[in-house]
């Protein structure tokens, strides 16, 4: 199987901060990975795939690099509604996989 | 718009079996190719398995083969997994997600359900 390990786990961060999530793959994936967030209670959102693409409808304020196996999402500017947790995925092969996470919390 | 709308919460008690739903509307059912994702409390997500409707054809994560079953029913436009054998450690939020295909290759899950709690307690 695929890991992805995400650093930092936990990031504690203030508001118009540039923040910057990072995604390693145990194995080259090429550009299959997406990045997502998740606020407590509900289902996760889609904002990247394709290691750079930003999904229709996310601000521009996010964005993603990468390719291979080290991939990075940043927020440029970090709002109050962009405090939650940042899953990457990979989708190159079975089994699909996610990164453990990464918390971003309020300063 | 696409909406993935699962069933409700479940209570089960261990060495039983759950089926959970997931109704698709606002597309083409035949079209789509859904995920089964679980995230169990406080942890991350783990991807269970897939289907693709139109053929039922199934693809499942080696952990869960031998006891889980993705199913669809085209007709209803609605997704089931069934997982058997239960034990404590499967209480978990079980999610369905949309997998967009793009260029013969999947690329990322677009939609999601809005989670269904199964918790396994004597």
């Known amino acids: 199987d695929i890991q992805l390990t995400q650093s ?9 901060d540039r923040v910057t999530i990072t995604c390693r793959a145990s194995q080259d994936i090429s550009s299959y990975l997406a ?8 289902a996760p959102k889609l904002l990247i795939y394709a ?12 964005s993603g690099s990468g390719s291979g196996t080290q991939f990075t999402l940043t927020i440029s500017s970090l709002q109050p509604e962009d405090f939650a947790t940042y899953f990457c995925q990979q989708l190159i092969s079975y089994p699909w996989t996610f990164g453990q996470g990464t918390k971003v919390e309020i300063k | 718009q696409v909406q993935l709308v699962q069933s ?5 008690k261990p060495g039983s079996s759950v089926k959970v739903s997931c109704k698709a509307s606002g597309g083409t059912f035949s079209s789509y190719t859904i995920n089964w994702v679980r995230q169990a409390p406080g942890q991350g997500l783990e991807w269970m398995g897939k289907i693709i409707p139109v053929f039922g054809t199934t693809n499942y994560a080696q952990k869960f083969q031998g ?3 993705i199913t669809a029913d085209e007709s209803t ?3 089931y997994m069934e997982l058997s054998s239960l034990r404590s450690e499967d209480t978990a939020v079980y999610f369905c997600a949309r997998v967009v295909s793009k260029s013969g290759s ?17």
Do not use: M
């Open chain 1, 8 to 16: 930092p786990s936990f990031l504690s961060a203030s508001v118009g």
């Open chain 1, 35 to 42: 990045w997502y967030q998740q606020e407590p209670g509900k």
């Open chain 1, 51 to 62: 290691a750079s693409t930003l999904q229709s409808g996310v601000p521009s304020r996010f």
């Open chain 2, 8 to 12: 409700g919460a479940e209570v089960k």
């Open chain 2, 67 to 69: 006891r889980v079953t």
């Open chain 2, 77 to 79: 436009s609605t997704a």
């Open chain 2, 106 to 122: 999947y690329s990322h899950f677009d939609y999601w359900g809005q989670g269904t709690l199964v918790t396994v307690s004597s």
